[in-house]
């Protein structure tokens, strides 16, 4: 029992311990497997997650904007500082995301796969530059100076995996691991590392080295919604089409009917199940009537030795389920911050458009900086290792922009600025920036200090002129005086004599 007696003051050993577990069911590698429904759990959670993504129209939806969005976004090398080595190694860096043999774009699409999922496994292959005449296709490339580049990011499939290879003791993980019968046939299982992987996870709650799904929230309205549509289309269905009825003599349908009976009985069957099937466009009956112990007809409809008619629906009740599916399809979408999408089938204003369309944005910009952090610590540490690079000149991979930005409300900010006698018009970085935002060409910093410059020493002479003092005039003598007096009255009398 701890007691303040006995417990004792942390140490540095100590403070360098692991002493907990971040879940007691981490340590198993097993899909979500701290999730308390089953049917989310295991390999049962990946086809659950898989059929809501391709089943679901409004989740469909949802991820391919989420898709289309982040494969726009600019995926930006930035140098470690402005020195010749930090360039020259963020554009090493470049070269390698280029020279892959599929397109970075790709890679984002299909990494994005980890949202709907809760994590995405990338294995990465890498190969020796050696330019474009080896023979050798593994070592194929645009550049030919003999580093270590990377030839392809290669997906591992959810269903693939049988679980994460996990440490016991520190919980760290170590790899997946996949089953051969995917691509041997061979039923075993295929240790994939983890340093020879790219790893993208949601979340780490709990430990969970399957992530937490972003559709997890959407399983409850995705599930009633799935059902409500097929009630919905059943009576449809029954109500248009009808059910297939037919009547046959009870004796046909006993235990002990003759042979005769039974093929009489079964084709009636068929010929019912086509019925329903549409692939049978009439039915041919008998015309033998059923007969009392007199052996005479009894009459009416009832009289029919067999008989077929379609069942519907009387009508009765008028349930409009249609609002009903609305609001589990708004469930879905608001679940993922993407209920804008649900804007217009009912009204909506512009402003709460704009306000749900920004909160979705805010996400997908976490999203994409997320997979920039994974490749940077993944990707890029990995090629400096193999490398033998120097880490003070390592590179740091940026996500640009999600969307583009409101050009209005910049503008509008900086009429405030300029408003406070804020002047950013020296500034070649935040030029360029702002440049960049309206998607304009950039300029040459050299060029926008030295106008700065021209433009200061412009201002400085004016303002030096309005300082000059003014020379006064020297008082005119007296012959100058009459001079101008002569001067103006000559000018006078020739005025005079050219009007008359």
């Known amino acids: 029992m701890v007691t303040e007696t006995n417990y004792e003051p942390l140490s540095e050993p100590k403070g360098k311990q692991l002493m907990g577990v971040a879940s007691s069911n981490v340590s198993t590698g097993i899909f979500k497997s701290g999730e308390f429904l089953p049917e989310l759990r295991g390999t049962r959670a990946i ?61 984002v699409s299909e990494a994005v796969s980890f949202l709907w999922m809760g994590f995405s496994w990338f294995e990465v292959v ?44 520190t919980g760290k993980i170590l790899g997946v691991h996949q089953r051969e019968s995917a691509f041997t046939g061979r039923n075993s299982d295929s240790l994939i590392p983890s340093n020879k992987s790219i790893y993208y996870r949601t979340t780490a709650i709990d430990g969970d080295p399957s992530g937490r799904s972003i559709l997890r929230n959407a399983y409850t309205s995705y599930t009633y919604l799935t059902n409500l549509q097929s009630i919905e289309a059943i009576a449809v269905e029954r109500e248009m089409h009808g059910i297939p009825i037919g009547r046959i003599p009870s004796e046909y349908l006993a235990a002990d009917a003759t042979d005769a009976q039974v093929a009489i009985r079964q084709q009636m069957e068929r010929m019912l ?24 007809s009894t009459g009416g409809v009832a009289a029919r030795l067999v008989d077929v008619e379609l069942m519907t629906s009387q009508g009765n009740r008028n349930i409009d389920i249609g ?6 399809q708004h469930d879905i979408a608001r679940s993922v911050l993407s209920e804008f999408l649900m ?43 193999l490398n033998s690079l120097p880490v003070e000149t390592m590179p740091r991979i940026e996500a640009g922009d999600v969307a583009p930005h409101d050009l209005r409300e910049l503008g509008s900010y900086l009429r405030n600025l300029n408003g406070a006698n804020i002047d950013l018009s020296d500034e070649p970085d935040v030029i360029n920036a702002l440049l960049q935002n309206a998607e304009l060409p950039q300029v040459d910093p050299a060029k926008i200090v030295v106008k700065a410059e021209e433009r200061k020493a412009l201002e400085k002479s004016k303002v030096a002129a309005k300082e000059k003092p003014v020379k006064a005039e020297a008082p005119k003598s007296r012959k100058e005086v009459l001079e101008e007096e002569v001067l103006q009255q000559t000018l006078e009398v020739l005025k005079n004599d050219s009007l008359s």
């Open 126 to 169: 890498y190969k020796r530059r050696e330019g474009l005449d080896t023979k050798n296709v593994k070592k194929r490339s645009k550049y030919n100076d003999g580093r270590i580049g990377v030839r392809k990011l290669v997906s591992r499939a959810p269903w693939t995996i049988s679980k994460f290879a996990i440490e016991s003791k």
């Open 343 to 385: 804007l217009g089938t009912n009204g909506g204003s512009y402003a709460l458009s704009k306000s749900k369309t920004d909160l979705f944005l805010r996400a997908l910009e976490s999203y994409i900086n997320t997979v920039a952090d994974v490749l940077n610590k993944q990707l890029v540490e990995p090629l400096w290792e």
């Open 323 to 328: 609002p009903i599916i609305d609001r589990y």
């Open 47 to 107: 086809a659950k997650y898989r059929e809501m993504r391709d089943n679901s129209a409004v989740i469909g939806a949802v991820l391919y904007a989420v898709e289309q969005v982040l494969r726009d976004v600019a995926l930006n090398v930035v140098p470690a500082d402005k020195s010749e080595a930090a360039v020259a190694d963020a554009k090493f860096v470049e070269e390698c995301l280029n020279d892959m043999e599929h397109s970075l774009d790709d890679h």
């Open 273 to 296: 199940a086509d019925m329903k099937l549409n692939a049978q466009g009439y039915a041919l009956l008998p015309s033998d009537l059923l007969l009392d112990s007199e052996g005479k």
